[in-house]
């Protein structure tokens, strides 16, 4: 396994609630969405059994942060193989459930 972690600042968006506030899972990807405090920022920690795709990773994760602007937020993904655009649907969709919104929209 290899485990890979970005961070990203600038995020306005917070989410409200308990510490756990949100798990999406499909067969081949598992992302959970907690509430941390990391002053103001975003943190994204992969598992993954596919090694030497930290680039690939990087782009998807820092797409998703451009379009959520998640804060003082941590995302864990538990990845088995799941493709880019799976990451990314599912990343959307973990976000969706936490904060009621769409991607782009308002909070």
Do not use: Y
Request: aromatic letters at 6%; glycine letters at 12%.
């Amino acid at each position: 396994m290899e485990t890979l972690r970005f961070n990203f600042s600038g995020g306005q968006r917070r989410i409200d609630g308990a510490r756990l506030v949100g798990v999406v899972g499909s067969g081949n990807l598992e992302i959970l969405i907690e509430r941390k405090p990391l002053d103001g920022a975003c943190e994204v920690e992969i598992s993954t059994a596919a090694h030497g795709f930290g680039p690939i990773w990087e782009a998807v994760v820092r797409d998703f942060h451009q379009r959520w602007q998640l804060a003082d937020v941590h995302v864990s993904i538990n990845d088995m193989g799941a493709t880019p655009a799976v990451v990314s649907l599912r990343l959307d969709q973990a976000a969706e459930s936490i904060t009621g919104s769409i991607s782009g929209e308002a909070s």
